[in-house]
């Protein structure tokens, strides 16, 4: 149980180009899911929160209109990386916190991303 | 951001030692999680704790939530080389938001066999 997938898992765009990545509560439902980013050898760092059928909450720093977040249902969370440049290649995490049970939160496998 | 003081960074063991690793924080959290991450996937949750004093096992893997809440540790006894990964604590509380985690800087264990 609690599954959490992420596609896809890996992406190679030019520069300019929109990246959407999918977030998605396998056998759970999350009202809450949370956006990571990380870099070689770092610890995961939050970019922002998601709440289904909300807007997201940005950390500081995050630039809300270049990583937009969309929650459109209970299983599913969006991150479209706007206008992509090479600073933007990472890692991004995805995770979702479980409605029922104790509070906790599942990880998705992650998701490369390349910017030439 | 904000991140766990995790400690040590990195250790190197021999095959069959015990291993301890712990997080501190100057903040108090509710819940702590002990997670491993293997190089390019996304961390697995490994025990999750939410009462001062609680510990927890799952399998060779014991955690603790430390007295003054500001702490956690892990251990892992027996280490086999699948052990080897980054291990990464997450605490959350008032410091971190609602729902939210702060995680530590992550210790690197490598396993010699």
């Known amino acids: 149980g609690a599954v959490v997938s992420q596609h896809p898992s890996w992406v190679i765009c030019k520069s300019g180009t929109s990246v959407k990545i999918e977030c998605r509560s396998l056998d759970f439902q999350a009202t809450t899911m949370f956006w990571y980013r990380q870099f070689p050898k770092q610890s995961l760092m939050l970019m922002a929160t998601s709440n289904e059928g909300s807007k997201a909450t940005y950390e500081q720093g995050v630039e809300k209109d270049k990583f937009l977040i969309n929650h459109a249902s209970l299983t599913l969370s969006t991150l479209t990386v706007t206008s992509a440049h090479p600073e933007d290649s990472s890692f991004y995490i995805c995770?979702?916190?479980?409605?029922?049970?104790?509070?906790?939160?599942?990880f998705g496998p992650g998701t490369r991303l390349l910017v030439l | 951001g904000q991140q766990l003081n995790q400690s040590p960074q990195s250790m190197f063991i021999q095959e069959g030692e015990d291993v301890s690793m712990n997080c501190t924080s100057s903040?108090?959290?509710?819940?702590w999680l002990w997670y491993k991450q293997d190089p390019g996937e996304g961390p697995v949750l490994l025990i999750a704790?939410?009462?001062?004093?609680e510990l927890t096992s799952n399998g060779r893997l014991t955690a603790q939530f430390g007295i003054t809440r500001k702490d956690s540790f892990l251990n892992i006894s027996a280490s086999i080389p699948s052990d080897v990964g980054i291990y990464f604590c997450a605490g959350q509380g008032q410091a971190s938001g609602t729902y939210k985690y702060i995680f530590g800087t992550g210790t690197r264990l490598k396993v010699l066999a």
């Open positions: 704790l939410y009462k001062a004093g």
């Open positions: 995770s979702a916190r479980e409605l029922a049970g104790k509070e906790t939160q599942y």
């Open positions: 903040s108090i959290f509710n819940t």
